[in-house]
């Protein structure tokens, strides 16, 4: 009996990839709202300067930048935690030298307590974030969702030996998608 991916299939890849894109968006979203959250607690702790308003959208667009190049929002690239923690970490990094850059161009009056500050406490708040967000991951991948189809391709009986490998574990987001052709002749070419 041979298994074959049909219309049933474009339904599912097209609902996964509506359900990632928002996944994305959502978190992007959240991600910014942690770092706005960081600047505005370091204005309570560090007086920021005279342009703090400005040095915010800055700080904002060099957070959401900097995210975006280190890839965070690629679930290929942060499998691992401590790769993510990386990632954030030079996001920071990069971030508080972006404004730190921009202020000193412009002539911003931005104190470097609260430039130094906001960027730490982004990249701490962002990395709590994403320890929440990957739990949530972790969660729906269990139930089944955000899962990634494999096809394993072959004749029936190598279709079968490759189904009959143990299946990884539900956090892996991987679902086995077995099809089958059918077995073509070596004598020669037809």
């Avoid at 404004?99 to 104190?111: T, Y």
């Avoid at 406490?121 to 709590?128: C, M, V, Y």
């Avoid at 739990?135 to 391709?153: I, K, Q, T």
């Amino acid at each position: 009996m041979e298994q074959r991916i049909g219309a049933g299939a474009s339904a599912d890849v097209e609902r996964a990839s509506f359900s990632i894109v928002s996944t994305k968006s959502r978190l992007f979203v959240v991600d910014l709202l942690a770092a706005a959250a960081s600047g505005s607690a370091m204005t309570f702790v560090v007086a920021p300067g005279s342009d703090r308003w400005i040095a915010m959208l800055v700080m904002l667009g060099s957070w959401w930048l900097w995210l975006a190049k280190a890839k965070l929002y690629s679930s290929r690239f942060i499998t691992r935690r401590a790769d993510e923690i990386r990632r954030i970490l030079d996001a920071s990094v990069a971030t508080a030298a972006t404004v730190a850059v921009v202020a000193f161009g412009f002539g911003l009056d931005v104190s470097r307590g609260w430039l130094a500050g906001s960027a730490l406490l982004g990249g701490i708040a962002i990395g709590i974030e994403r320890e929440v967000a990957r739990s949530g991951f972790d969660r729906r991948r269990r139930a089944g969702e955000l899962c990634r189809r494999v096809v394993m391709v072959g004749a029936n009986e190598e279709a079968r030996q490759l189904t009959a490998i143990p299946k990884p574990s539900p956090s892996s987001a991987i679902r086995w998608c077995p099809a089958s052709i059918p077995a073509r002749s070596v004598t020669g070419p037809s």
